[in-house]
């Protein structure tokens, strides 16, 4: 049996059942993917673990059943359904790229690759992705996971980033031209599941004869990479100012990090710990500030941020957005602000 072959059998036997996936069978039974929603799908599963995006597809379908719904949506609306996941230039070019479906396109997504691409926030993966599950076309899908797989298959030995187009032009030998959204739905299932980057389960996939990787033992010397460099730290402050069951946001910019999100106010980022008294210069009003005797931690992909968290009572009639407590999922309210508004109640004195 080809690779191909024994690829397919595995995936119509151990192949992952998602709520936007239809399987092998689902087709026979005349079920079509749909292109809305598989591509809803693809830009959050670039985001978190395929459970936990099962949710919010599940929320978006309730609220945006059409890619017209999701295009006359309110940005803030979107930004707020996506709080949580992270990135969010991707929930601001969902909208973006829901308009230009239904301006453009006449509401239908298009079906090459090339065209995909022209969209916003549509990338090699995910044009490949929706054009091989959806339309059939041939395409060579390779995202992280592909990677890892073709990667150890033929024991590339050339360090990532570098290798990238190395391993697109082997995975493109593998791809099956006839069956391209099974083949690609398959080796994202092998990559998630069976060749995980630790401790990969050599005995149950369906190419341990054929992997060079698995024969020599270095199944986790793949891809190969240098050394990571240590993440950055910045550091900054957020100021929590509660009144009654009201607290004080702002919206950020619009564009850059957590571009259009709502926020604490609070200082700049700076790479170098600033003092308490540069912190409080930058607070929004003086006041008899109560600080956190812990730092929130938040990753981002380029840094890692430590925020302080200061705590005050004002007048709601002070406030630049007044936010009902009770409501805040109302706001498109980042992990990180959430996590600065749960500190910041636990420390709160009573009025
Ligand atoms: S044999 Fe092991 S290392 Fe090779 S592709 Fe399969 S799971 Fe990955």
New binding site residues.
Partial sequence: MSMRSTLLHWYNKEGRTLPWRIRPEDRANGIKAIPYEIWLSEIMCQQTTTTAASAYWHKFLEKWPRVEDLAFAHRDEILSAWAGLGYYARARNLHKCAKIICQEYGGCFPKTEAELLKLPGVGLYTAAAISAICFGAPTNVVDGNVE??IS??FCVKTEMPKAKLEIRQLAAKLADPKQPGDYAQALMD?GAH???PKN???V?????T?????EAGT?ED?PKRKPKAQRPVRYGAVFYIEDADQIWLQQRPTEGLLGGMMELPGTKWTTAKQTIENLLEQAPFQSNWQQSNVEIKHVFSHFTLLLTVFISRARVDTFEISADLNKLDNYALPSLMRKAIALARTLLPDP
């Avoid at 149950?204 to 341990?208: G, K």
């Avoid at 054929?210 to 698995?214: L, M, N, Q, R, S």
């Fill in positions: 890892r797989v150890r298959i092998l069976i060749c995980k990969p389960n050599c149950s996939c369906p190419w341990t054929e992997c060079g990787a698995c199944m793949y």
